[in-house]
């Protein structure tokens, strides 16, 4: 059985720890605050064995050293970004396989938020930890990227089962909602959707995972490639559409 443990850490980051409880091993999906994360797993009572890196910032990869150093584990990190990333191990690409116990996660490309940022599926957990690639009604902002290698980076996660649950390293969704609100006006899903975030954040209940069946209705960014949003954003194809929404995001 897998157990992904959630907390907060800095100002709107999620840590996760990923648990193996055959194995007892245990994976630190990035790495934003190494004394919580030390400390997070201290008290669930579990040994950080790996840390499985999504891309380079420092709120993800930041408490690499401090964290290996404490626990011996292993780092696994994209392998075009190895090079900015601390203690890495085993560089990993797109279609690569990582183990937890006896568990697969899948190795996605999905860089445009950095050029090598990866996402890690584990198929048979109905699980995807995404990192900023995308969030709940948002995706990360292109620093490094295309809009055609971000699209290209979204159409894989889009591909990915309905079902699977999106575990974003952030807490952006009532922002992000102001936006598709803006950019998605008559999408009663997604009107509906808003309505219940308000509510969750009004009790400070985190807004994350996301089923990703409902992020395809509702997220304006992965439906940059449906007609309504193509005629609303003047978006010749998918990718025009895609780069005009993320460049009105960015000023919004």
Known sequence: MLEVHQFPCLSDNYGYLLHDHDSEETVCIDTPDADEYLKQAAHKGWQITQIWNTHWHPDHAGGNEAIKHATSCKVTAPESEAAKIAGVDRTVRNGDVVMIGDRRACVIDVGGHTLGHIAYHLPGARLAFVGDSVFALGCGRMFEGTPEQFWASLKRIKALPPETMLYCAHEY???????????????????????????????????????????????????????DMRARWGGGDAVATFAALRKAKDAF
């Open 173 to 227: 969704t009532a922002a992000n909602a102001r936006f598709a609100l803006h950019a998605d006006p008559e999408n009663q899903e997604l009107a509906a959707y808003v309505q219940e975030i308000t509510k969750r954040r009004e009790h400070k209940i985190p807004t994350v995972p996301t089923k990703l069946e409902r992020e395809l209705a509702t997220n304006p960014f992965l439906r940059a490639d449906t007609p």
